[in-house]
């Protein structure tokens, strides 16, 4: 590549100016070179000339920079900006080009493309850069460079470098080449990068000082850039936030707000009230198209994606317009969180809504989301619900009775369940003198559910089962109000085993609790909706599982899923589901395993279903452990620290499932420590066996022969009474092993305490027989089609968001995680697919026929 190249290039950099090489990008750029289209899309400030302009100078290829500018809308002006960039090429060819003049025509083009086909030296790499492409909007220019940039050349590359996503009409030679695209995602500096630039900078800064500057400027070059200047102004003084973001904020009011009109700023501090801001929503808040259409003065600060369909306020930029919201009225602040609330209510986004209003002080909204969420909440969103009401005005529970049921069932969800019921006995009296009235029927028949659900979850302990009359009552106040309760208020939560209860157990003690629980269904059905419907059957189910009755168990399961589906109870179902997964894959019946993991994927459609992305993770992950596809297992079951987000009380099966993969991955002090931990657990009979069994086999493993054999024998005592041997068969060869291994020491005269010799050869059996059936099932499936577990349900999820254009924080919070399991999920992505970014990975799954 010639040198004198770079010469020309005053606009891009000069002599006193430093760049930064960031390699990262340029090794992109590269791959994406390959291609013979490469977009580079994202809005002012994010340093797009400079990372293109840094990978061409060193990349090994001849290369023409188009300049575009809104005078290139004509023909003739754009042929002489062309034809002087090809000149840096050849100036043989670029004379040849003048004499052509610019090819409006299809006959003039054929000349264009034959002279330069003859030009063009075939082992030779060419790259044109077009850059701010979007200046270009004039058919005719657009028509040639369109036909020039998906033309038939291999071993030219075009690099279009624009504010907004270039559009074509497709063209037949357009419509076959999908371009390689950088975007925002990828533009952002990583702080490395922006402590590497500080450098260049002659800017020292203490690690804990970089990553509170890089928070603050979340990565964008712009920002960094005033961060930077901020810092030159004060060198050698210690880091302070307001000081270094009074200096930015000094910048942009003195170089960035000048350019705008007041009708544009007063918008602007408006929009610093709201998180993310639709199109929609923007025009709800601002009423006014021109104002709106001046926002592209600001875009280094207010990012816009057409498939996020959203706007997104760099933090520095909203916290300088946050310093400026005392010029708003408080009715105009109203206005704003209200026009939110309505809008995050409309589109499923509840707590959002829910902040919204309480800014307002509209706590009839807050009450109504309230009521649309369901009976039991996750622990943090129980917590927000409960400080929320607690900073709201006392007179709330005057104003709005349906709060006092709400807040006691948020205690409930919370696990305060004393409180509760004080609380909802201490409000009674007051309900039953009220006028009688709908209303009054309604939070009554309110009041008596949760004091039934208390009874209920506290039966396991107290062995009192009197919470029978709590739901009778409330059936009766159901029928005085009138009303049908609909998902999602109306959709049970379960814990991790559907017969909670507490060892010592024996069958008939199991016997009474499903009996009880069978007695209160039609209650709860009638008075919440449908409420628990399947949960009966669920039970026996459960039960006639671990007893290992498969026909019976199959029975009772088949008929609670199909209850539960008619009544859109969707926990039920997939623990119906979950049941029949094991008992099929017990059996090694390929068909059967096969429609229900397509019944559990079907679950994911639901979207009042509102856990139903961590029990898809939970059931399919305990599937994934014990058919040996652990690479097919949600990340954040793999991870030692990340939790779903489900109630504390429902989280055993999450903790069994870990401890299964940690063991086995050869893992066996993470998972006896697991094991051993008793946080989040509730010590329920089935739950106790399946970690008791887990734990020996481990210990076994672990070369800790007497632990073994002693955690065996305490499963041993806590199953035989109620004759619950499936959790030792589902261990399958090692449960094998371990029993062989305790039969040889006590015929070898060592006395175990506690467990019978004779009861030994059944759980051998049963656990050589279920490891044939499971080696069998795996050989079928090995000959069989895998394709559609080449992504987990989570990696699946997350790639579709990310087709959607949502970002990794709007993940997050759609699916319940943290924004760190979404990046880990994100690179487990690319890994799988070997995709070079998000594009990429959209590309590539699309073509494997991952995203329908």
């Not at 929320?388 to 709005?400: E, G, H, M, S, W």
């Not at 993969?661 to 420590?673: M, N, Q, V």
Request: proline share 3%; aromatic share 10%.
């Amino acid at each position: 590549m010639a040198k004198d190249f770079f010469h020309g290039f005053a606009s891009i950099t000069s002599e006193n100016q430093l760049y930064l090489e960031r390699l990262r990008i340029s090794r992109l750029l590269e791959k994406a070179a390959k291609n013979q289209v490469v977009t580079v899309v994202a809005g002012a400030g994010f340093g797009k000339t400079r990372a293109v302009y840094s990978f061409v100078r060193k990349y090994n290829a001849r290369t023409a920079w188009i300049q575009c500018s809104e005078q290139d809308n004509n023909g003739k002006q754009f042929w002489r900006n062309f034809t002087s960039a090809v000149s840096i090429i050849s100036r043989e060819t670029a004379k040849k080009l003048e004499a052509l003049e610019f090819p409006a025509t299809d006959e003039q083009f054929e000349h264009y493309l034959e002279l330069r086909k003859k030009d063009l030296i075939p082992n030779e790499k060419y790259i044109f850069v077009y850059d701010d492409f979007q200046l270009i909007t004039e058919k005719t220019v657009l028509s040639f460079l369109e036909k020039t940039i998906f033309n038939s050349f291999p071993n030219i590359t075009s690099i279009l470098i624009s504010r907004s996503e270039p559009c074509f009409e497709a063209t037949e030679q357009s419509a076959k080449k999908l371009p390689a695209r950088i975007t925002v995602e990828e533009l952002l500096f990583s702080q490395n990068e922006m402590v590497s630039y500080f450098m260049l900078q002659n800017i020292r800064t203490a690690p804990q000082t970089a990553s509170a500057i890089y928070h603050d400027t979340e990565g964008w070059a712009f920002a960094i850039h005033l961060a930077a200047l901020a810092l030159k102004n004060s060198p050698g003084a210690a880091y302070v936030p307001q000081a270094l973001r009074l200096n930015i904020f000094q910048l942009i009011e003195s170089e960035i707000m000048p350019g705008l009109s007041a009708e544009l700023q007063h918008f602007l501090v408006k929009l610093s009230l709201v998180k993310n801001a639709t199109p929609e929503l923007l025009w709800e808040i601002g009423k006014d198209i021109s104002v709106i259409k001046e926002m592209k003065k600001v875009d280094s600060f207010i990012r816009f994606d057409n498939r996020l369909n959203s706007y997104r306020m760099n933090l520095l930029f909203m916290n300088y317009l946050q310093e400026r919201q005392k010029e708003l009225s408080e009715e105009e602040k109203k206005d704003v969180w209200v026009k939110t609330a309505l809008w995050c209510a409309a589109n499923n986004q509840k707590m959002e809504a829910i902040i919204n209003y309480e800014k307002a002080g509209d706590y009839n909204g807050v009450i109504r989301i309230l009521h649309t969420l369901p009976l039991m909440l996750p622990n943090n969103m129980a917590r927000f619900i409960l400080d929320v009401l607690d900073r709201a005005p006392k007179t709330i529970y005057q104003n709005y009775l349906e709060t006092i049921v709400i807040r006691n069932r948020t205690l409930i969800s919370l696990g305060l369940f004393e409180k509760s019921w004080e609380e909802t006995h201490e409000i009674l009296p007051r309900l039953k003198a009220l006028t009688d009235s709908p209303e009054k029927h309604k939070i009554l028949m309110a009041c008596y559910m949760n004091l039934g659900f208390i009874g209920l979850i506290q039966a396991s302990y107290t062995n009192q089962f009197d919470f029978i009359d709590y739901f009778r009552q409330a059936a009766i106040e159901s029928r005085l109000a009138d009303i049908v309760v609909k998902a999602p208020g109306n959709v049970a939560i379960l814990s991790s085993y559907v017969c909670r209860i507490i060892a010592p157990a024996p069958a008939e003690k199991i016997e009474k609790y499903i009996t009880a629980l069978g007695e209160t269904i039609p209650y709860s059905v009638e008075a919440l909706g449908g409420c628990q419907a399947g949960l009966h059957e669920l039970a026996l189910g459960e039960f006639d599982f671990f007893r290992g009755l498969f026909s019976a168990a199959e029975k009772h399961l088949l008929s609670g899923f199909a209850k539960a589906r008619e009544m859109q109870q969707y926990e039920i179902e997939n623990r119906c589901l979950f049941y029949l997964l094991r008992i099929y894959l017990s059996r090694g019946s390929s068909k059967d395993i096969e429609n229900v993991l397509s019944q559990l994927n079907e679950e994911l459609k639901e979207p009042y279903y509102l856990n139903r992305y961590y029990y898809h993770d939970i059931v399919t992950g305990w599937f994934h452990v014990q058919t040996g596809r652990n690479d097919q297992l949600a990340l954040w079951l793999k991870s030692d620290y990340e939790k779903s987000g489900l109630n504390s009380k429902t989280r055993g099966l999450e903790k069994l499932v870990k401890a299964k993969y940690f063991f086995s991955e050869k893992r066996y002090p993470a998972a006896l420590a697991l094991i051993e931990s008793r946080e989040d657990v509730e010590p329920l009979l089935f739950g106790d066996i399946e970690m008791k069994v887990l734990e020996a086999v481990c210990r076994y493993r672990y070369q800790d022969r007497e632990g073994a054999f002693n955690i065996l024998a305490e499963a041993y005592q806590l199953a035989a009474p109620a004759g619950l041997f499936m959790p030792f068969a589902e261990l399958g060869k090692d449960m094998r092993t371990l029993t062989e291994a305790v039969r040889k020491s006590i015929a070898a005269g060592s006395n175990i305490e506690g467990l019978s010799p004779l009861w030994l050869e059944e759980p051998r059996r049963n656990a050589a027989d279920y490891a044939k059936k499971l080696f069998r099932y795996n050989g079928q499936e090995r000959t069989g089609n895998t394709e559609e577990r080449f992504l987990s349900a989570r990696e699946k999820e997350v790639l579709t968001g990310l087709s959607q254009g949502l970002t990794r924080e709007e993940i997050a919070g759609a699916a319940s995680i943290s924004p760190n399991t979404v990046k880990s999920v994100v690179s487990s992505i690319y890994n799988k697919l070997g995709a070079l970014n998000q594009a990429d990975a959209v590309r590539l799954a699309a073509e494997k026929g991952i995203l329908s």
